[in-house]
């Protein structure tokens, strides 16, 4: 009887796990069935990088990359600030390895030099040799590491409320969990079989507090597109590793001897002002800080006219563009 009792179990088990996947499966292809790749789709270092390009292309504009943050995607970029700037530069937005549309780089979580020696890669690609990069959030530890690392090619940096400095909180029991070698292959495939993506649309509404996402954001965003297996995973244990990369690489901050421009909200609650902004300002020599009063994680969403007028600094300091 205990061998046929583990006989039904296993069987049982068995049959839940393939239904889990089959509808991990159905949720994945409905995703990307609504929310298909925005731009183009290159290959780097055999790779696979999707990249949205806008704007001028005859050379007449400033190169500009942007990097979107964590379980985000171009679609954080195209929303609003890229459709603002391709009159005045020409607008790359780049998935990061894992998320979007571009391929993972390896399966123990990408690290911010790895990606960021990738984004550059693809970048020449599409014509930008010597951009000015912005990144947000986990984006702007990304940027940070590519003007550290490959400082011939970067012509200005713009930190966006970007991971810069070491922190003394713990990681989440969230990305504790799917980043564990065995609990997160375990786990994952149930969160996208069975979690809606107005919970994910419910998360990055959170994530704009104290403000709201604009009118429409959520409806371009793809929340599906986070929720994808690999997706998941990807972006847990890149997450899991920030801390030691950025307890490598700050250090070298001093290094930098670029325009540097950063904007960080006074009431952001994911990326903390004073424990990142303030003093990476401190720290490179010649960077300007603007401090958004009352503002949130997302200053481009919210707002978008400082973060270009930071922009245009940066690139007007940098020789790229003329003073106002």
Do not use: C
């Amino acid at each position: 009887m205990a061998i046929k009792s583990l006989i039904v179990i296993a069987i049982v088990i068995a049959g839940l796990w393939g239904w889990t996947l089959h509808r991990a499966r159905l949720h994945e292809a409905r995703a990307e069935a609504a929310f298909p790749p925005e731009g183009q789709i290159i290959e780097v270092d055999g790779h696979r990088v999707h990249g949205v390009v806008m704007g001028p292309d005859d050379g007449s504009a400033p190169d500009l990359v942007l990097i979107h943050g964590a379980s985000g995607n171009t679609r954080d970029m195209t929303f609003d600030l890229a459709p603002r700037l391709a009159g005045d530069y020409r607008v790359i937005v780049l998935d990061r390895p894992g998320l979007g549309y571009t391929d993972r780089i390896n399966r123990t979580g990408a690290t911010i030099t790895q990606q960021a020696a990738l984004m550059q890669k693809a970048a020449a690609q599409f014509g930008a040799e010597k951009p000015i990069v912005l990144g947000h959030s986990y984006g702007g530890a990304v940027a940070l590491a590519w003007a550290v690392t490959q400082p011939d090619h970067i012509a200005a940096l713009v930190d966006l409320a970007g991971a810069a400095k070491p922190w003394k909180s713990g990681l989440s029991t969230y990305y504790r969990v799917l980043s564990h070698p065995v609990l997160g292959p375990l786990v994952i495939p149930f969160i996208t079989a069975f979690v809606d993506d107005a919970r994910v649309e419910q998360a990055v509404s959170e994530i704009f507090t104290p403000q709201a996402p604009p009118g429409g954001y959520l409806d371009h965003i793809g929340a599906g597109l986070t929720l994808r297996r690999h997706s998941m995973r990807a972006n847990a244990l890149q997450r899991a590793n920030l801390l030691s990369e950025i307890e490598a690489l700050h250090p070298r901050y001093d290094e930098l001897a670029l325009p540097v421009e950063i904007v960080h909200g006074t009431a952001d609650t994911t990326v903390g002002l004073s424990i990142h902004s303030r003093p990476l300002a401190d720290q490179v020599d010649g960077a300007n800080l603007t401090a958004l009063d009352g503002i949130g994680h997302m200053p481009h969403h919210a707002a978008p006219d400082a973060v270009i007028a930071a922009i245009h600094r940066v690139a007007t300091r940098a020789g790229l563009r003329p003073p106002e």
